[in-house]
């Protein structure tokens, strides 16, 4: 038996993997913490610099108000 693939059907697959690569950091320099992951608001870097440090290319960096 054969199987035939639709490339409509993996391309938008592929479009989404790539989507999910790039994503956000968050920053709260009030109640975040540079042991953190920084992948949520809940779970926020304390420093712009260490969010820097973890984010890759085309990354968004959230920062909530404080004194930086």
């Known amino acids: 038996m054969k199987f035939r693939l639709a490339l409509g ?6 479009l989404a993997s790539a989507a999910m690569a790039s994503g956000t950091l968050y920053v709260d320099g009030v109640n975040g913490s540079d042991s953190n992951a920084c992948q ?15 984010a890759p290319p085309d990354e968004s960096i959230m920062v909530a108000p404080a004194t930086y």
């Open 9 to 14: 059907s993996v391309l938008p697959l592929a």
């Open 40 to 54: 949520t608001a809940e779970t926020a870097c304390k420093t712009i610099e260490h969010a820097i440090s973890l």
